[in-house]
């Protein structure tokens, strides 16, 4: 069968960097699928300068595809109409979050493209009895129906550690475009760098380690290769903490880019910028509490923003950590340069006018 390969303006966009926010799941308080929100998220993404959005993933919950809810396509469907009635729709990425074993991961892979999806965010939880050479032929398998995107999920959200060698291999499988490192462990992310830097191809590296964000696109990973060096570094980021704030994020993406196309000018002042980028994440992620308020803390900021209308789960167990919401003011309160309310109230204000 002939590969789906992604076009190269769009194969060009990504390995410039662009902000990818990971798209949350509106639900209204019978927690029932809200339409009009979860369109108006895409559509506040659009707006707010992100370079594409990624779909089905976790911050959309995983149980979208549970018998009895059955969202997953839907989910899809109603972003990538959002994104190609839209002006950004020719230099956009619509990527879409693919899970479970290789019948259900290259079944949503070709959903995915159906939908027109560029390419898909390849998930390896939820297997954990699988080997790495397993893994490594799923992988092959999905990339034969969509350019994948790579994801190396943190093991306390349901990822597991996987080898160096492992990265080697992967990279090297054909329509393996890029990967997302959200290891939230510097020694494992080192290893997804190290692989990158001995790869026979360019792949576009992505930060989903929300919990050092700035510093990971600041850092220069160099190695030595057959005598020379060679160097490479996170581009963009794919993340949920950039699903919120996401004015913001763009800015601050180009502000990383300057700094670095300006032999790093004003470092110092982005550095600590990200010690306030993690105390925030720190407070809508709940490491406090094992992540569990990781997905309402992302809704508690879309729903103060009016963007959602509630924290509503499809779990409800699911639900604001004790003190969460106290932690959520403080860093709105003290970090107001991060918080993109103002944008918000445009957006809506935006909305209204054109409708």
Not at 2 to 20: E, P, R, S
Not at 321 to 349: A, H, K, M
């Amino acid at each position: 069968m002939k590969t789906i390969t992604l076009a190269q303006h769009k194969h060009d966009l990504l390995h410039k960097g662009m902000v990818i926010p990971a798209h949350p799941l509106a639900l209204d308080a019978q927690r029932h699928l809200d339409e009009d929100r979860q369109r108006m998220l895409t559509r506040y993404y659009i707006a707010a300068g992100a370079g594409g959005v990624a779909v089905g993933v976790h911050s959309t919950q995983f149980a979208i595809r549970n018998p009895g809810i059955g969202l997953f396509e839907r989910v899809l469907r109603l972003a990538a109409e959002e994104v190609d009635r839209s002006e950004a729709a020719g230099h956009f990425l619509k990527i879409a979050g693919i899970c479970g074993d290789l019948e259900q991961a290259v079944g949503e892979a070709q959903t995915a493209y159906q939908l027109g999806y560029d390419m898909g965010l390849l998930s390896m939880g939820g297997l954990q009895g699988w080997d790495e050479t397993q893994l490594l032929e799923r992988t092959a398998a999905v990339a034969q129906h969509i350019p994948v995107f790579g994801f190396y999920l943190q093991p306390s959200v349901g990822g597991r550690v996987f080898s160096y060698d492992f990265w080697t291999k992967f990279i090297e499988i054909p329509n393996v475009l890029a990967i997302k490192v959200a290891a939230f462990n510097r020694y494992q992310t080192l290893d997804v760098m190290r692989a990158a830097c001995f790869a026979k191809k360019d792949i576009a590296l992505y930060t989903g380690n929300d919990d050092n964000i700035v510093a990971d696109l600041l850092t220069d990973y160099t190695f030595e290769v057959e005598g020379r060096p060679v160097r490479k570094h996170f581009v963009g980021g794919l993340l949920g903490h950039w699903g919120v704030w996401t004015h913001c994020a763009v800015s601050l993406l180009e502000q990383i880019k300057y700094c670095r196309a300006s032999g790093f000018r004003e470092m110092d002042r982005l550095l600590q910028l990200g010690v306030q980028v993690t105390d925030m994440n720190a407070a809508i992620f709940d490491p406090a509490h094992d992540f569990q308020g990781c997905i309402p803390g992302i809704h508690e900021i879309l729903r103060r923003q009016g963007l959602l209308q509630g924290v509503w789960c499809l779990d409800p167990g699911e639900k604001l950590s004790p003190g969460q919401d106290t932690e959520i003011s403080r860093v709105c309160g003290n970090y107001p340069n991060l918080v993109d309310d103002d944008f918000v109230v445009d957006f809506f204000g935006n909305q209204y006018s054109s409708s």
